[in-house]
């Protein structure tokens, strides 16, 4: 939560001007005009020589918040003129807000933290998962793939790229590209980089789209690698020892997932690949398809979200696959919905209380935070340009 400065005895409110300004008892050392100070994320950069988060720190203009900013490693902190805005790095935060929050500056400084949440992910981020191993910090087009001249003979750059994007992540993102894009063809890609791991689970939204699904798989992977046999879907009609996962690749229907007795769900576990087709299915957390999917997801070690449509007005509906594939930097829903979402309260019915999370706040950060982090999208239009 962020910390409030609060009128010490001895201060007063002038409500002259119609407005509230906080007034310094007398002999109390006053750091100028009284204003709200906020923290935002700027910047996420994965430079191999030195991977680093930039915040941003909104306040309207105050001279001893300024010297103090001037007082820090210019290489660390710095104004950028154009977008009016200073900007200091993730690795003085905790520094900067500890002064800002001492007695030399309260209680005419009011300052909004960064979430907690939001603290633990970035540390995880920047000091966990970019030293994972040394292609986090690679130039996408550099990150190595491990694909078959078959595969590479049939898809085009920018889906090659987008393979790439996912194998920089360690495996755990969300393709989200537009329609007809070609967001099946790169699943198929990471599963094929990532072989030593199968089998594979993919999950889709009915028999048909399985179906669908094993036609790609042996264009585009086929044998010798993998042979039709190979290829299992699970259907409804089939016998009970033929309703299990099995074959090296497996297609559950979500619905299908739902009817599986418990002790088969649990078996699922053992698969260190999942795929999620049409993931924005897992919109809201209370759902049974949700409920049965994000474990598979969560347990697995390499993990991918397919969605044409991923609701970027409504984060609340982001938040599941979020959680899913990056649960240490999304692991809460009430702080996602409080940052992202504007969560208020709201009344029913017999005056029932709950929250409203229906709007969006700090969309760019969350933006910059998806687009860094776990998502890859493209739209037609940008990809016909670049071909041009």
């Known amino acids: 939560m962020p ?49 680093s988060v ?15 900013l001037r007082s820090l490693p210019t290489t660390q902190v710095h104004y950028d003129d154009r977008l009016k805005l200073w900007l200091i790095s993730f690795e003085l935060y905790e520094h900067v807000v500890s002064r800002l929050t001492s007695t030399e500056y309260q209680p005419c400084v009011r300052v909004q933290e960064l979430p907690r949440f939001l603290v633990s992910g970035l540390s995880w981020w920047l000091r966990a998962h970019l030293k994972l191993t040394p292609i986090a910090l690679l130039p996408l087009d550099l990150v190595p793939v491990n694909l078959t001249p078959q595969f590479l003979d049939q898809v085009l750059p920018y889906q090659l790229q987008g393979i790439r994007y996912v194998v920089q992540r360690h495996g755990r993102a969300l393709i989200a590209d537009e329609m007809g894009l070609g967001k099946t063809c790169q699943a198929i890609g990471v599963m094929l980089h ?10 889709v939204p009915n ?12 264009r585009f992977i086929g044998p010798p690698l993998i042979a039709e046999s190979d290829i299992h879907i699970v259907r409804p009609k089939q016998k009970r020892e033929c ?23 649990s078996a699922l576990h053992r698969y260190r690949i ?5 993931a924005h299915l897992l919109k809201s957390r209370d759902t049974k398809t949700s409920r049965n999917t994000v474990p598979l997801l969560k347990a697995a070690q390499v993990a991918v979200c397919i969605t044409g449509t991923p609701h970027p ?7 599941v696959m ?39 706040s700090h969309e760019g950060e969350l933006k910059l935070l998806l687009e860094e982090v776990l998502m890859i999208r493209r739209m037609k239009a940008d990809v016909l340009k670049v071909s041009d």
């Open 3 to 51: 910390r409030s400065s609060h009128l010490s005895d001895g201060n007063h409110v002038n409500k002259s001007n119609n407005s509230a300004a906080y007034v310094p008892a007398a002999g109390m050392v006053h750091p100028g005009p009284c204003v709200d100070l906020a923290f935002s994320i700027f910047k996420l950069q994965r430079d191999p020589a030195t991977p």
């Open 54 to 68: 930039w915040l941003s720190v909104s306040f309207v203009t105050q001279p001893s918040i300024s010297s103090l």
């Open 194 to 203: 990532y072989r030593q791991l199968w089998p594979v689970l993919v999950l």
């Open 207 to 218: 028999e048909v789209l399985a179906e669908q699904w094993k036609r790609e798989i042996l």
């Open 243 to 265: 309703r299990q996962a099995m074959g090296s690749i497996c297609l559950i229907s979500y619905s299908m997932l739902e009817r599986m007795p418990m002790e088969a769900q």
């Open 274 to 278: 999942v795929i999620a087709d049409e």
């Open 313 to 319: 007005n409504r984060p609340e509906e982001l938040f």
């Open 322 to 360: 979020c959680n899913a594939l990056a649960e240490k930097l999304f692991p809460s829903y009430d702080a996602f919905t409080s940052r992202y979402c504007n969560a208020k309260p709201a009344y029913f019915a017999r005056a029932t209380k709950v929250m409203d999370v229906s709007g969006s």
